[in-house]
């Protein structure tokens, strides 16, 4: 199975493609007809990914946005954080799972515009003093 990185970078590249497939027709007639054919089956490609993409664990997807948010380290606990409008996707994973997610050797919550992420033996501290806010 392709890995989630990859699948990730599949569906962002056919969001692009499908903007060209949403041309004017003015514009898309003047494709040649190869050219046409190659982006339909990239597009067909791409739509198979997206599909493994949504069928992935939360935890896999966690784990995998997470590693491309910039994470600065609290000055309150040993846990890191980043704002939520800076991780967008990660922050939409958390709210739907909850507001906490356990993935790889982390716990993730969603405290309002603020992502915390502990490591899991430092996690449950944190959850028993509220989520070791910011």
């Known amino acids: ?13 056919g969001l692009l493609i499908e903007q060209l497939g949403d041309a004017p027709l003015s514009f898309l007639e003047e494709i040649d007809e190869g050219l ?22 939360a935890e896999v997807k966690v784990e995998q946005l997470a590693s491309r948010a910039g994470w600065r380290k609290s000055r309150f606990d040993e846990g890191e954080f980043v704002y939520a409008d800076e991780a967008r996707e990660l922050g939409e994973l958390l709210e739907k799972g909850g507001g906490k997610l356990e ?32």
Do not use: C, D, H
């Not at 993730?108 to 430092?122: D, S, T």
């Open 36 to 57: 046409a054919k190659q982006i339909a089956e990239v597009r067909g490609w791409l739509a198979s990914a997206l599909a493994k993409w949504k069928e992935l664990p």
């Open 103 to 134: 993935a790889g050797g982390f716990a993730y919550y969603l405290r309002g515009n603020v992502i915390k992420r502990y490591p899991r033996r430092a996690a449950r501290q944190a959850s028993s003093v509220g989520g070791g806010s910011k």
């Open 1 to 13: 199975m392709t890995g989630a990185r990859e699948l990730k970078a599949l569906v962002e590249l």
